[in-house]
């Protein structure tokens, strides 16, 4: 379609008679939920899209119907969409808020929750050499979010090749946006150096004369920003406009679309009108009678192939060079491994550069060998994982390193609210298996902020996938698993198994077990009678495996009796069917978990056990972590956590041995 006023009209006027149809619905009661219409702001969609290419890329976020329709064309789509129905964009799934169209269109409900996402679909690009514009809409609302102020600084620093629209209307749903920010919305991007342009409420020819200007720049790996005063007209969502009448009479006197219609001869005006009126009533009736859509409009929404070329993951000589005395060197070995190998692998987080290496030296040397594939990141917890979101959905394996388990609680709205949700929210559209990984659990004394086990905040978590290291199960079977995942996963390390030393396994108290690996059920299992005669079952994972494994030996030698242990290495989602295959003919089972219990792994695993009636006859207990603050002082930290006569006193009131 060319460029020209009469075209940006109708396209204009498109979206404006499309959204006031679906307020009609809304009123008549045939729609349900909520809608957030762009009325007044529809210019911004048309003039910024029309410089952009078909396969660049627009993220959006709740008023995204305008920017929607602008870059797909799929009035039909959106429309079943918001009716509910499987031929929506998203299969009637994401509403009228979180939409996605082929990987060219993607848009989410929470504010500014995708620009660390957008600024890694970019990142993408600027890797590949794919010479896209990845276009982000926000709103000037969006700069309370601490999110957007992250991501800003990403972009800048990594030169992305990002045009940032911030649609500035002047209010936040309904609080006037110069009372919540101590700066204007400009202002507060220059901070950044970010070239940034202001526009002030223009119509569509102008800001597609401005935009593509700047979408050349884009192209060149310089991010933009182009702020343009806009006209909300309507409510924030259907009826919640608490603005006064006069207030919305001015605003109404800078509707770009009238600047539009000045430029055009009345004969045409109404012509045009009725034009469009005619079109988006037949889209209506169309899929009033639900017409099947045109195949144009289809999209490929079948199950995505699962990654290939992971043959370095199922080779089980990868540790044959492998020299090292403890486990902490093994883990870095593996990513040096997998990061020759394969060149899709990108490893980011805080301090990770050489010398340093990693808080844990997980990371040491990789940034000297493999230059191009490490970043070692702001102190961003949020915004970097939903960075390695974006480039693992354009075929990245980006593997982010959060440097203590305590601080996943600053990446938790991405990983609930966003990547979590993206492979089944788009209808399946997409994969992102991003895998972040983190030292959980204390006994180094680092006190209250730098010691909890805090995994069981992520295990009800659906669509993320959580798996737990221990010295026994093979890393790489774990992460052979993790990168065909359609989704993110989180990967749990203990820092005390960092130090423990690998030799050590071959020590009385390890070798005298029978183990069995069940690789896909992700499940250890040892045994002191070759698992013919133990009285009690263990069920435990990660940090604590080792440790249970001392413990349950020392308290053979001293009573004589026999305890099976099953230490999982996956934890979500729990395979209950693969557990209870564990704890045939055993009636006493202990879970341990390193945390505090409540809530927890051993609440969740006793809880689904108990409900089964073939499980009906096993006494249950289980042996957690104190509650209240972890301590410092390491004496008090001793008995804060898990220890050997904890353990024994528990064992010996379940097999009632005084």
């Not at 959006?60 to 509910?84: M, W």
């Not at 514009?133 to 620093?157: K, P, R, V, Y």
């Not at 940032?164 to 400009?186: C, F, M, P, R």
């Not at 249950?620 to 972590?625: D, E, G, H, L, M």
């Amino acid at each position: 379609m060319k460029n020209n006023l009469m075209n940006f009209y109708e396209q204009s006027l498109e979206i404006r008679y499309f959204e006031e149809k679906l307020l009609q619905l809304f009123s008549e009661g045939k729609i349900s939920g909520t809608t957030h219409t762009c009325i007044g702001q529809e210019n911004n969609a048309v003039g910024v899209i029309s410089a952009l290419k078909k396969n660049d890329i627009v993220l959006s976020n709740h008023r995204c119907h305008g920017h929607f329709l602008k870059h797909t064309k799929n009035f039909h789509g959106l429309l079943y969409e918001i009716l509910g129905s499987k031929k929506g964009v998203c299969g009637g799934i994401g509403g009228s808020q979180h939409l996605f169209f082929r990987k060219i269109f993607y848009s989410n409900g929470i504010l500014g929750g995708n620009a660390p996402m957008a600024a890694g679909l970019a990142l993408a690009s600027k890797k590949e050499k794919l010479n896209k514009i990845i276009c982000l809409f926000i709103g000037d609302g969006a700069f309370g979010e601490g999110t957007i102020f992250e991501t800003l600084n990403l972009i800048s620093i990594l030169n992305l090749p990002i045009l940032i629209v911030i649609e500035d209307n002047g209010i936040a749903q309904t609080t006037n946006t110069k009372n919540t920010l101590s700066n204007s919305v400009e202002e507060i991007c220059k901070s950044f150096s970010i070239k940034t342009t202001v526009l002030k409420y223009e119509d569509a020819i102008n800001i597609y004369n401005k935009t593509k200007i700047l979408a050349k720049d884009v192209r060149k790996n310089k991010p933009n920003i182009l702020v343009l005063k806009s006209t909300r007209l309507g409510p924030h969502s259907k009826g919640d406009d608490t603005r006064p009448k006069k207030e919305l009479k001015k605003i109404a006197e800078l509707d770009p679309l009238k600047k539009l219609e000045r430029k055009i001869k009345n004969g045409k005006i109404n012509k045009t009108r009725k034009k469009i009126q005619k079109k988006i009533e037949k889209i209506f009736n169309e899929v009033k009678l639900n017409t099947v859509l045109e195949n144009k409009f289809e999209q490929n929404l079948e199950n995505l192939n699962k990654q290939k070329n992971l043959n370095y993951l199922t080779n089980e000589k990868i540790f044959d060079n492998f020299n090292g005395k403890r486990f902490g060197e093994k883990v870095n070995f593996f990513f040096h491994h997998i990061l020759k190998k394969d060149k899709k692998i990108f490893f980011l987080g805080e301090d990770i550069d050489d010398p340093y290496g990693g808080a844990f030296k997980i990371s040491k040397g990789l940034k000297t060998k493999f230059n191009n594939q490490v970043f070692s990141t702001p102190i961003s917890e949020a915004s970097i994982t939903g960075l390695a979101s974006g480039m693992s959905i354009q075929g990245f394996k980006p593997i982010v390193e959060i440097m203590f388990g305590d601080f996943l609680t600053l990446t938790f709205d991405q990983i609930v609210n966003n990547i979590s949700k993206f492979h089944e929210m788009y209808n399946k559209g997409i994969s992102n298996p991003i895998i972040i990984r983190t030292p959980m659990g204390g006994r180094r004394g680092y006190g209250p902020t730098h010691s909890q086990s805090l995994e069981k905040f992520f295990l009800g978590i659906h669509g993320l996938n959580v798996y737990a290291l221990n010295t026994l199960f093979p890393i790489q079977n774990i992460y052979h698993d993790a990168f065909q995942n359609f989704g993110p996963n989180l990967i749990i390390e203990n820092k005390t198994q960092y130090n423990f030393i690998l030799d050590d396994l071959k020590k009385q108290e390890f070798s005298q077990f029978s183990i069995k690996h069940d690789i896909e059920s992700f499940k250890t299992e040892l045994s002191l009678t070759n698992f013919s005669d133990d009285k009690a079952t263990i069920i435990t994972y990660g940090g604590l495996t080792e440790l249970i494994i001392e413990y349950v030996f020392e308290y053979y030698l001293e009573t004589e009796i026999p305890i099976k242990i099953v230490s999982l290495a996956k934890l979500n989602p729990i395979n209950i069917k693969n557990i209870k295959n564990s704890l045939k003919n055993m009636d006493k089972v202990l879970v341990a978990e390193e945390s505090d219990g409540k809530y927890g792994f051993s609440s969740e695993i006793i809880s689904n056990l108990s409900e089964d009636k073939e499980c009906k006859n096993i006494d249950f207990k289980r042996i957690t972590s104190n509650k209240g603050v972890i301590p410092a002082s390491v004496d008090l930290e001793k008995k804060y956590f898990i220890n050997k006569d904890k353990l024994f006193d528990i064992m010996n009131k379940l097999l009632d041995n005084a």
